[in-house]
């Protein structure tokens, strides 16, 4: 059965959908007013895993990862760069969907952007005012009013009082109090802003995720997932909203994803100690940063280090080396150990590093059929691995090409073809001397052959 561990009951718990094989999921997206960094991959990876390994599971899921395309950040960006903001979040979404599929991400469902939503938030605004949630300050700006919350802090484990107390809060005379937060903001001279019964302005960051989740997903769904960040106060502040707005529970289950950190600390671009994906991929394959990401539960915090994308590296090579050579058109066996226990690790909280171990299971058996001459096995063992990996977006590539890779500034693999050419010809005239040098040239080359039997393949180290 599968277990989620439930942010808001803070314990694992056994995962019953609202409608019998059906998901309805949303997931906390980008603020696009820069690149992604890997923090940002961590959250479109993990959650991704958990789309497809839940329709592996034969579930009809409804996936939702909302875009902001507006706020304090995108206006500021825009007016340094002196650019339309639209312009400016269009390019970086462009570049967040880029960088998307290189990591083999599948693209959400819906991917709803705040800018297309400001009726229905709105229309959320003006009923938490009606029903008092909600009021407009002396500026013009609109707040929820926390006190009217009973329930406030369920999700984070805090209380009003607590917060007042421990938090260090801006005083703002324009708000009842401290803990208040904005659902409108009026728009200052010069700013995008959009026409609303309270005046020219704009939708607080909050409100944005409330109005576009329900308005998709219904007032109450399954799951709601995000970066452990996003717990408070922006979860705490959508479930107060939502729920107070609606009078319905909003999501039943909270997943929330672990930090990348370097040197201890978490990635971020406030602490200016990010990488970006686009970086990254210039010195690692995207695969390496994929399976990077999932040699940790989501949960877990995430050290990053070349040394890590490295081993990441080292790893996929065991992988596609045992499918190498072999046709993966192969019927995989059914209900063997392997996918079961693959199922019991992934049904246990997504526990990608214990799903992991499975394939390496399957490709040292791989391996030992091979060396056994059991062809057929071997061929229904590798095309098994190639079904469960694919369940974590792993082995999805051509398998020569993760060998070969891109020719940058060395040999193309047209020339390395022609030399391997050359080395067979010379080993059928026995000129042993011929062929050693071309395999010692193309090793100075990055080039490692690998021989079995009359074949010759090859590999960029």
Known sequence: MLKIYNSLTNKKETFTPIEENKIRLYVCGMTVYDYCHLGHARVLVAFDVVVRYLRARGYEVTYVRNITDIDDKIIQRANEKGENFKHLTERYIDAMHADEKALGVQPPDHEPKATDNIGQIIAMIHTLIEKGYAYQGKSGDVYYDVSKFADYGKLSGRNLDD???????????????????????????????????????????????????????????????????????????????SEACTGEHFANYWMHNGFIRIDEEKMSKSL??????????????????????????????????????????????????????????????????????????????????????????????????????????????????????????????????????????????????????????????????????????????????????????????
């Open 272 to 461: 200016n100690n990010f990488f970006t994906i686009r970086d990254v991929l210039k010195d690692f394959k995207a695969e390496e940063i994929r399976y990077f990401m999932l040699t940790s539960q989501y949960r877990s915090p995430l050290n990053y280090s070349t040394e890590q994308l490295q081993a990441a590296g080292a790893a996929l090579d065991r992988l596609y080396t045992a499918m190498r050579g072999l046709s993966l058109n192969a019927e995989a066996p059914a209900n063997t150990d392997y996918e079961a226990r693959f199922v019991n690790a992934m049904d246990d909280d997504f526990n990608t590093p214990e799903a992991l171990a499975v394939l390496f299971d399957l490709a040292r058996d791989i391996n030992r059929a091979r060396q056994a001459d059991n062809q057929a096995e071997a061929e229904s063992l590798a095309a098994l691995l190639k079904k469960l990996a694919t369940q974590l977006g792993l082995l999805e590539g051509d398998i020569e090409s993760w060998f070969q890779g891109s020719a940058d500034d060395g040999l193309s693999n047209e020339q390395i073809e022609a030399l391997i050419q050359q080395r067979i010809a010379a080993k059928a005239a026995k000129d042993w001397a011929s062929a050693d040098k071309i395999r010692d040239e193309l090793k100075q080359q990055g080039i490692t052959l690998e021989d079995k039997g009359s074949e010759t393949s090859w590999r960029r180290d």
């Open 163 to 241: 917060l007042r107390a421990g938090e260090r809060i801006a005083v703002n005379e324009d708000k009842d109090d401290p803990l208040d937060f904005v659902l409108w903001k009026m728009a200052k001279p010069g700013e995008p802003y959009w026409e609303s019964p309270w005046g020219n302005g704009r939708p607080g960051w909050h409100i944005e995720c409330s109005a576009m989740s329900t308005s998709i997903l219904g007032n109450n769904f399954d799951i709601h997932g995000g970066g452990h960040d996003l717990q408070f106060p922006h979860h705490e502040n959508e479930i107060a909203q």
